[in-house]
């Protein structure tokens, strides 16, 4: 139900701007993620955004290079990658909740989350 775009091939030091839509999922008032996951490595979470938009927490290794955004009006989940590093290559999810709710720094889990996208590939390299 969730569709990303926006990856691609870039150079290191780059930016990317992912999107998530959906045309059956309002984002609106719901929890929502992304997450990462590398070649032979674990699916991790990179950032997230509380239902009422007013908590986003980011994993150490992206903190101050990536952020999080939701518009309401286009129904659509954003998130900002800038001076992008080799070790960012992955395949990229977006993930939203149904019910979840929490503030602060908590961080939700993979499996907190009820929707998935296909996932989108960021590839960073010289």
């Known amino acids: 139900q969730l569709v990303e775009s926006g990856g691609g091939l870039v150079r290191p030091g780059q930016s990317l701007e992912l999107s998530c839509t959906s045309d059956?999922?309002?984002?609106?008032?719901?929890?929502i993620g992304w997450f990462r996951q590398a070649p032979g490595k674990e699916r991790e979470r990179i950032s997230c955004?509380?239902?009422?938009?007013?908590?986003?927490n980011y994993a150490d290794s992206v903190k101050g290079r990536f952020t999080i955004s939701r518009d309401s009006t286009t129904n659509t989940v954003t998130l900002m990658m800038n001076n992008l590093k080799p070790e960012d290559t992955a395949v990229y999810y977006c993930?939203?909740?149904?019910?979840?709710?929490?503030?602060?720094?908590?961080?939700?889990?993979?499996?907190?989350?009820?929707?998935w996208g296909q996932g989108t590939q960021v590839t960073v390299s010289s």
């Open positions: 955004m509380n239902p009422n938009g007013r908590s986003t």
């Open positions: 059956n999922f309002g984002f609106h008032g719901r929890a």
């Open positions: 993930a939203a909740a149904v019910h979840l709710d929490y503030s602060g720094t908590y961080f939700p889990t993979e499996s907190e989350y009820d929707y």
